[in-house]
């Protein structure tokens, strides 16, 4: 049975490797530009290079139906050949160019953010006095709202290194409690003001698990994040760690809006928000869970989820104890 | 009084950390570029160094290599402070002597504060 889909699948892959104008779409370029295209020019380009030898070799008297064969054969290379080399010049250029914005982007970007929060940080601690509650009620949303934007560039950084499979991980020993710990304090406050439970259900005494502790906390940051802004004022968010053989497993079950039954296959897609998520909730890029599975996954963990439109969701990944 | 020296070219950064380090008893030096800064160390030994790696005239790596060849103040502790974090940025500056390497738009100045005495200790 796994042979057969995995056969059907191999099929599936190779008619899809043919969908020109798929391929043109994904990769914003024209049809004749596509390598899919270009494979079958030289396909055809080498069943002529056969039919002429087979021709020539039946006339062997006549050079110059020869020559003139050789020439066109000669041309049609050349000129595919010239196409090859402009577009991997141009891939490469393109790749250069993103890299490049990474880097000015994590500079540039993150300059001025870095003067808003410290600037703002002096108001709401050394520099209060004489701001009343008002002013400094409008200080603290400068603050929070700077902050999502550095999440926000950090997120889109994060997302131009998996691209470039340039996303370095440091994996070391990790209290994956104490990591889950920080988040919540942070996140409590937040899902009391909307009137939302959060309970957890652990040992206190837990093993390490192999990670990079930042990386980490932006996987467990990234799924409260969700679970509290998709569940409504007086909802419940149920918070799990255990151990299961060589992994600790961690799963956060909410009673909010689900994803519909005909987007669950997209939910680890980039930039993927789904149509009941962008009508409840306007805020979100679609690129958490994207950036949650690929660190998960190069930690050597899992993720994967269960989810029921208008009931609620529980998104659970594992990661390997450290021995 | 504890004195550290800021080396840091955006002003408005530059200013903030001072200010706040003031705020919390310390003695703050400044310099906007990596010749004033190495100059700076030499000539004032603070007690700890907080050092940007994007600077004029020299950069913050090679402010770290001056710092660490002179015998006077190469045991001075230097944090790192940058919104660069690649992993060839990070061993680099450790492979270099740095103390610490925080990015900034991660760190409040409350945070940094702490890293600074908990270095000092």
């Not at chain 1, 837990?206 to 007086?234: C, H, R, W």
């Not at chain 2, 103040?73 to 974090?85: A, D, F, G, M, Y």
Request: glycine share 4%.
């Amino acid at each position: 049975m796994e042979f057969c889909k995995n056969k059907l699948k191999l099929k599936l892959d190779f008619v899809n490797d043919f969908d020109l104008e798929k391929q043109a779409r994904d990769l914003g370029i024209k049809i004749w530009q596509t390598p899919s295209f270009l494979f079958i020019v030289f396909g055809v380009t080498a069943v002529i290079i056969m039919l002429a030898t087979y021709f020539i070799s039946k006339n062997y008297e006549s050079p110059e139906v020869l020559v003139i064969a050789e020439c066109l054969v000669v041309v049609v290379v050349f000129i595919v050949e010239m196409l090859v080399n402009k577009f991997i010049v141009q891939l490469t250029r393109l790749n250069k160019m993103k890299s490049e914005f990474v880097s000015i982007a994590s500079h540039q970007l993150r300059t001025p953010l870095s003067a808003i929060k410290w600037e703002t940080e002096l108001l709401l601690t050394k520099f209060k006095k004489g701001l009343d509650k008002k002013q400094l009620k409008n200080i603290e949303n400068i603050y929070s709202i700077n902050q999502r934007m550095i999440r926000l560039v950090n997120d889109l950084l994060d997302v131009a290194r998996i691209d470039q499979n340039r996303l370095i991980l440091i994996k070391q020993k990790v209290d994956f409690l104490k990591i889950v710990e920080e988040v919540m304090e942070e996140i409590i406050p937040k899902a009391k003001l909307r009137n939302i439970e959060i309970e957890i259900d652990t040992k206190k005494e837990l093993p390490m698990v192999v990670g990079d502790k930042e990386k980490v906390q932006i996987v467990v940051e990234n799924l409260f994040d969700n679970a509290v802004k998709y569940t409504n004022s007086g909802g419940k968010i149920r918070v799990k760690i255990s151990k299961n053989k060589q992994y600790l497993e961690f799963e956060i079950k909410d009673n909010g809006v689900g994803i519909p039954e005909e987007q669950i296959g997209r939910v680890f897609e980039k930039f993927f928000r789904s149509d009941n998520a962008t009508r409840y909730q306007t805020e979100g890029t679609g690129l958490g869970l994207y950036i949650a599975k690929n660190i998960v996954e190069q930690l050597g963990g899992k993720i994967w989820f269960k989810s029921i439109e208008n009931v609620g969701s529980v998104f659970s990944f594992s990661l390997p104890i450290s021995r | 009084m504890k004195r550290i020296l800021i080396i840091e070219d955006e002003e408005t950064l530059q200013k903030a950390l001072a200010q706040y380090l003031t705020e919390e008893k310390f003695e703050v030096l400044s310099a906007m570029d990596g010749e004033k800064g190495v100059e700076i160390a030499i000539l004032e030994k603070p007690d700890l160094i907080i050092l940007d790696i994007i600077l004029p005239k020299k950069d913050g790596f090679q402010v770290l290599d001056e710092i660490k060849s002179n015998n006077e103040i190469k045991k001075t502790p230097v944090i790192l402070l940058t919104n660069l974090e690649s992993m060839e940025d990070i061993q680099k500056a450790f492979e270099k002597g740095a103390t610490t390497y925080l990015v900034k738009s991660e760190y409040k100045l409350e945070d940094i504060v702490k890293k600074i005495n908990e270095t000092l200790k």
